[in-house]
């Protein structure tokens, strides 16, 4: 780890910032995307993920790597960003549903056409697993880190991890062998 880096960025070098960027920018676009599904979400929590490390690098001493570090404060931002768009459909899906009711307007085809999603089934059939599974497996597999690692990432014990991974793999096989998507 290039704790010179770290110090100059600590100490406002634009310089270092840069390079700081550069470095890390496209591991977390990697990671929130393959969290969200959603290249212009992805393109956002990556830049919140680098404006929120370089705000609390004070707060990083160093007890894991510095990628870790990154990778707990992306996917804590992309839970976030999961939560507020599960809202945003919710309250849509109740607006919708009183529109309808009322009959004010008919629904827009593409309102329902225009979608940022991949069409991908293997990752249809990731992002139909559960948070808890879904995201130890990208981990594991996209960004091929290991357990432990992980297990820090996510605050959790190293076996969790592995029974998360145990319980993603089989419930994938399933949804692929089924054709559920």
């Not at 920018?25 to 919140?48: N, P, V």
């Not at 992309?78 to 919710?90: I, P, Y």
């Not at 996209?142 to 991974?165: C, K």
Request: charged share 30%; hydrophobic share 40%.
């Amino acid at each position: 780890m290039d704790y010179r880096l770290i110090e100059r960025c600590r100490a406002g070098d634009s310089t270092a910032v840069e390079r700081f960027v550069q470095t890390y920018q496209q591991d977390l676009y990697r990671l929130a995307l393959s969290i969200l599904d959603d290249s212009s979400e992805a393109e956002d929590a990556t830049q919140d993920t680098l404006l929120a490390a370089l705000r609390a690098l004070d707060s990083f001493h160093g007890a894991s790597s510095l990628k870790t570090w990154l990778y707990s404060i992306a996917i804590n931002l992309c839970r976030t960003r999961l939560q507020q768009r599960k809202r945003r459909e919710r309250l849509a899906e109740i607006l919708g549903g009183v529109l309808r009711l009322r009959n004010t307007r008919p629904p827009l085809v593409e309102e329902d056409i225009i979608q940022n999603e991949s069409d991908e089934t293997f990752w249809r059939a990731i992002h139909s697993l559960k948070e808890k599974q879904r995201i130890p497996l990208v981990l594991r597999y996209y960004h091929d880190l290991p357990a432990a690692e992980i297990a820090t990432i996510l605050q959790i014990p190293e076996g969790t991890v592995h029974s998360r991974l145990n319980t993603a793999r089989r419930q994938l096989h399933q949804i692929l062998k089924e054709g559920r998507l």
